[in-house]
Every structure is written in structure tokens, then in C-alpha cells.
């Protein structure tokens, strides 16, 4: 197997997450941003499964090995949307754990797989969409672009926060307010 790279590995991971998305959830993923939404709800579905899920993960002798599997897949598609809209290499790093998968980009080092992987345990309230967001945000101001504020669905649910955060702002000139 001579040429394969972690790139080529995280793009067939990638597909593996569109093709799990579409037979397992029937849902159809294009490596768009407004897909994300669509891998949300998968990891929100696998969310949904993980209390009731641990005894038949145990009796399957599925372990956190399995979860990293999944997070691998989605991570990997999520990667490819950041790297395809805004490029970067993946990478392996050493880390804490062991190696590491990174996709190094213009505004740093992110971990999706790391992040895809938090998601089904903690919630909507560490939604990939959120995470996306927060990158978009970053890397469209190191391209010069303007970017809109637009609340987290967790912000949408305390509408305190994001008028605390409106009101940090500086004014801007433009007719939109960037972030």
C-alpha cells in the first residue's frame, strides 16, 4: 500500500459516513455546510441510543473502540467539509493518548474527529454544527470575509446569552455585524 496517506484514509472515512448516513439514517450527505445540520441528527440519533445502548454495546463486545469508529467516519466527514471550503492537510500528531489525527488548516490545528467524538456523549450542547461554526467564523476572518452572527441552537434556547453577547460587540459600519 505504498502512497497511502492520512488524507487518503480520512476521505474514505469520509465516505463511509455518507454511506452510513444514507443506509443507516436515510439521510444524504454532499460535503456541503449546510449538510452539517444532517450529520447533527445522525449524532444526535446515536446520542439518543447511548443510554439504553451500553448493555447491547457490552454484550456485543462493542467498546469505546467502536465509538471512536464512528468518530473517525464523521469526523473525517466533517474535516473534509472544513478542508474543502477552506483547505488544510491531514495530519498525524503525537498526543497524551497516542497518535493523533489533526487537519492543520489557515487558522491552526482542529480535531473533528476529537470533537464528532465528545458529541454523542455530551449532547446537543457540543453539536458539531456549533463547532463549524465557531471554525467558519475563524477562518472566514483570516480570508478577509464578513461573517453574520448567527446563535448556536443552544443560544436560541437562552435568548440572555446571545444579548450579552450582542451587546460586547463594537458597532460596525456594515449594515451586518461580524464576529
Same mark, same amino acid.
Given at each position: 500500500?505504498?502512497?497511502?496517506? /492520512? !488524507?487518503?484514509?480520512?476521505?474514505?472515512?469520509?465516505?463511509?459516513? /455518507?454511506? &452510513?448516513?444514507? #443506509?443507516?439514517?436515510?439521510?444524504?450527505?454532499?460535503?456541503?455546510? @449546510?449538510?452539517?445540520?444532517? /450529520? #447533527? +441528527?445522525?449524532?444526535?440519533?446515536?446520542?439518543? @441510543?447511548?443510554?439504553?445502548?451500553?448493555?447491547? &454495546?457490552?454484550?456485543? +463486545?462493542?467498546?469505546?473502540?467502536?465509538?471512536?469508529?464512528?468518530?473517525?467516519?464523521?469526523?473525517?466527514?466533517?474535516? #473534509?467539509?472544513?478542508?474543502? %471550503?477552506?483547505?488544510?492537510?491531514?495530519?498525524?500528531?503525537?498526543? @497524551?493518548?497516542? %497518535?493523533?489525527?489533526?487537519?492543520?488548516?489557515?487558522?491552526?490545528? &482542529?480535531?473533528?474527529?476529537?470533537?464528532?467524538?465528545? %458529541?454523542?456523549? !455530551?449532547?446537543?450542547?457540543?453539536?458539531?454544527?456549533?463547532?463549524?461554526?465557531?471554525?467558519?467564523?475563524?477562518?472566514?476572518?483570516?480570508?478577509?470575509?464578513?461573517?453574520?452572527?448567527?446563535?448556536?441552537? !443552544?443560544?436560541?434556547?437562552?435568548?440572555?446569552?446571545?444579548?450579552?453577547?450582542?451587546?460586547?460587540?463594537?458597532?460596525? %459600519?456594515?449594515?451586518?455585524?461580524?464576529?
Amino acid at each position: 500500500m505504498s502512497g497511502l496517506t /492520512v !488524507s487518503h484514509v480520512m476521505q474514505a472515512w469520509a465516505e463511509d459516513a /455518507v454511506d &452510513l448516513a444514507r #443506509e443507516r439514517f436515510e439521510v444524504t450527505l454532499d460535503y456541503s455546510e @449546510e449538510s452539517l445540520p444532517r /450529520v #447533527e +441528527r445522525c449524532l444526535a440519533e446515536l446520542h439518543d @441510543e447511548m443510554p439504553g445502548a451500553i448493555g447491547r &454495546l457490552l454484550r456485543q +463486545r462493542k467498546t469505546d473502540a467502536y465509538a471512536w469508529n464512528l468518530a473517525k467516519l464523521f469526523g473525517g466527514y466533517l474535516g #473534509e467539509v472544513i478542508r474543502r %471550503r477552506w483547505g488544510g492537510q491531514w495530519v498525524t500528531e503525537d498526543g @497524551e493518548a497516542g %497518535r493523533v489525527i489533526v487537519l492543520q488548516g489557515p487558522a491552526g490545528d &482542529l480535531h473533528p474527529t476529537t470533537k464528532v467524538y465528545q %458529541r454523542p456523549r !455530551s449532547g446537543a450542547d457540543d453539536a458539531v454544527t456549533t463547532y463549524y461554526k465557531v471554525v467558519r467564523r475563524d477562518l472566514a476572518r483570516l480570508a478577509g470575509e464578513v461573517v453574520v452572527y448567527e446563535p448556536s441552537e !443552544s443560544e436560541l434556547r437562552r435568548p440572555a446569552a446571545v444579548a450579552a453577547k450582542t451587546a460586547r460587540r463594537p458597532p460596525s %459600519r456594515s449594515p451586518h455585524r461580524a464576529v
